[in-house]
């Protein structure tokens, strides 16, 4: 399992995930993605979400476990 974080100078574009890889052929399992991106928020929501006053979360998880002459294609996709 890789994890991947942004860095920290990119606090209005916060995205976190996991991906989970096949250890014999690399191919992607699954990908799960927390995001608290400000993107299309006015900007008094912008500040209260910047002050920690509510916390805006979406996740997604993507499955990869249909397998067709090699290739992985998603399997199932939930949305929280």
Do not use: C
């Amino acid at each position: 399992m890789l994890e991947a974080k942004p860095k920290e100078s990119l606090e209005d574009n916060l995205n976190y995930g996991k991906i989970w890889i096949d250890k014999t052929d690399f191919s992607i399992l699954k990908i799960e993605i927390d995001q608290e991106s400000l993107a299309g928020f006015n900007e008094e929501l912008k500040r209260a979400i910047k002050n920690k006053q509510i916390r805006p979360v979406l996740s997604t998880t993507h499955q990869y476990f249909i397998e067709k002459n090699g290739i992985r294609f998603p399997s199932t996709l939930t949305l929280i």
